[in-house]
């Protein structure tokens, strides 16, 4: 992880975000020798939906409990 100060960060913006883009390297912003940010490339967050589709129709209920079992 490259760690940049916001002073850096502020002169060299555009050129941090294509080595984050381009290579995937998070980068750690500093105040001094405090962090205060990280950028990291975008990662794609998935819905309730799409994380447990493979589950639908496989999950039965026993009782009152609540509690599920997985088939």
């Known amino acids: 992880m490259k760690t940049v100060d916001k002073t850096q960060l502020k002169a060299?913006?555009?050129?941090l975000l294509k080595i984050v883009?381009?290579?995937?390297?998070?980068i750690l912003v500093t105040?001094?020798?405090?962090?205060?940010?990280?950028?990291?490339?975008?990662?794609k967050s998935y819905s309730?939906?799409?994380l447990f589709k493979n589950m639908r129709g496989k999950v039965q209920y026993f009782g009152s409990s609540g509690l599920g079992m997985v088939r």
Not at 21 to 26: C, I, R, S, V, W
Not at 35 to 41: D, F, K, L
Request: aromatic share 4%; hydrophobic share 25%; glycine share 8%.
């Open 12 to 15: 060299n913006l555009l050129e």
């Open 21 to 26: 883009e381009l290579q995937g390297e998070e």
């Open 31 to 43: 105040e001094g020798t405090k962090p205060v940010a990280r950028i990291s490339p975008y990662q």
């Open 48 to 50: 309730t939906a799409e």
